[in-house]
């Protein structure tokens, strides 16, 4: 019995589970959305949360962790220069998973793992959430002005003669 242990082996010795992560991870920041079992997308799905977590951090100790596990490079700066810039003002939740069917072969649950920002071509984005109103503030008052300042205003205002603007001309006819 498994009493307590956690995780899903997916009929894989631990090697290769490792790098089925690696290489699901890889694919779900380079292109957002990538379609696999529900298993293995329960089990991705951390893993690739943590690494948009690096990709947030910056620096180079998060690049190299990032790069120990996803052995890819170019991954990894689409990571730290996209993904992770995307989501800096999100504490977490990065990924979700859409369920879609079960698969034609095996009926094994099928899903997608997408980044929740994806928008898939063709749709419609969702509708933005107004941003929470800041309280307003009152406007400030007006500073009083000296008596002498007010009647170097007024002594200006009336010496600038007002000028009327000149009326538009009319555009002219054209017949059919």
């Not at 063709?122 to 009647?151: H, I, V």
């Amino acid at each position: 019995m498994r009493h307590r242990r956690s995780g899903r082996k997916l009929g894989r010795d631990a090697s290769h589970r490792k790098a089925l992560y690696a290489n699901l991870t890889g694919a779900l920041i380079e292109h957002g959305r990538i379609r696999t079992t529900a298993a293995k997308a329960k089990e991705v799905k951390p893993v690739a949360e943590q690494m948009i977590t690096l990709g947030r951090r910056g620096g180079v100790p998060a690049r190299r962790q990032a790069l120990k596990f996803l052995r890819s490079q170019d991954v990894v700066y689409k990571l730290f220069s996209d993904v992770g810039p995307r989501f800096a003002d999100r504490p977490g939740g990065y990924c979700r998973i859409v369920r879609i069917g079960p698969r034609q072969g095996d009926a094994a649950e099928m899903v997608y793992l997408e980044l929740v920002d994806y928008v898939a071509e063709g749709a419609t984005p969702p509708p933005q959430r107004p941003a929470k109103a800041e309280p307003e503030q009152e406007p400030e008052a007006e500073e009083e002005l000296e008596p002498e300042a007010e009647a170097e205003q007024e002594a200006e205002a009336e010496a600038e003669p007002d000028e009327e603007p000149e009326p538009e001309a009319e555009p002219a006819e054209t017949s059919r």
